[in-house]
């Protein structure tokens, strides 16, 4: 019976191929080429031009503005970071985040803190003292 493609093993060991030659079978051995390189970083033409032509994205930040009036606001209240991030349930990152202009806004998270230093800090009326009206039922 000849040999096939089905009885070749491939062992990937040098264990594995140091038994096989012990056992009187024969051993083929090849290197592949580049193997064990990183070589799926490489830049081509077309990923260079790709590069080139895609616009840069990134996340909306809080502005200044509302980070000053954030500070401000706090300030007044007589508040520290801490304080107020006890006070709305966050971290007190988060309220540094907001203060430096480094935070991605969420309406949650400014709301919270509208309501507990007084101030908008969203809209066109940013800074302005929140009116208080009768609650809905």
Do not use: C, F
């Not at 080139?52 to 606001?73: A, F, S, Y």
């Amino acid at each position: 019976m000849a040999e096939s493609d089905w009885d070749t093993v491939t062992a990937k060991s040098k264990q594995a191929i140091l038994a096989a030659q012990r056992r009187g079978e024969d051993v083929e051995t090849s290197k592949k080429w580049a193997a064990g390189q990183n070589k799926q970083h490489s830049i081509t033409k077309n990923t260079a031009k790709l590069d080139r032509e895609t616009e840069e994205l990134h996340h909306d930040r809080v502005t200044l503005e509302v980070g000053k009036v954030i500070q401000r606001g706090r300030q007044s209240k007589g508040l520290t970071q801490k304080d107020l991030a006890t006070k709305i349930n966050e971290k007190p990152q988060v309220i540094a985040d907001y203060e430096s202009g480094r935070a991605i806004p969420n309406n949650q998270v400014l709301g919270k803190i509208e309501r507990a230093i007084g101030l908008k800090l969203r809209g066109k009326d940013i800074g302005k003292p929140i009116e208080k009206g009768p609650k809905a039922k």
